[in-house]
Nanobody, 126 residues
């Protein structure tokens, strides 16, 4: 599966953005999806994850209550709605996919995912 993330940009603190990740090449609905981010000088960290059937979602503690992950299997797209953005949210955001036979499966682990998009920059100014 090929992934392309877009929707990043520059926003003031307190603002919002919606990231999208479009998938192609395989059956999107067979993949659990995740969002990760990497700030300069830091390791790539987990942000949010969603199962194939959207029944299971996970969030990092730092974004819970502000970010929402969702997916539209008919459009082969996963979204990350980011509200109440903070300067600490500044990073390159990556979407990732892993094939799963279990529709409820979702993962917070970076090492689980074997397909990655190219990343989209999110910059939050104070």
């Amino acid at each position: 599966v090929q992934l392309q993330a877009f929707g990043g940009g520059l926003v003031q603190a307190g603002g919002f953005l919606r990231l999208s990740c479009a998938a192609s090449g395989r059956t999107f609905s067979s993949y659990a999806m995740g969002w990760f981010r990497q700030a300069p000088g830091k390791e790539r960290e987990f942000v949010a994850a969603i199962s194939r059937d959207s029944g299971t979602t996970y969030y990092a503690a730092s974004v819970k209550g502000r970010f929402t992950i969702s997916r539209d299997n008919a459009k082969n797209t996963v979204y990350l709605q980011m509200n109440s953005l903070k300067p600490d949210d500044t990073a390159v955001y990556y979407c990732a996919a892993v094939f799963s036979y279990n529709p409820d499966y979702s993962s917070k682990s970076r090492d689980t995912y074997n397909y990655w998009g190219q990343g989209t920059q999110v910059t939050v100014s104070s």
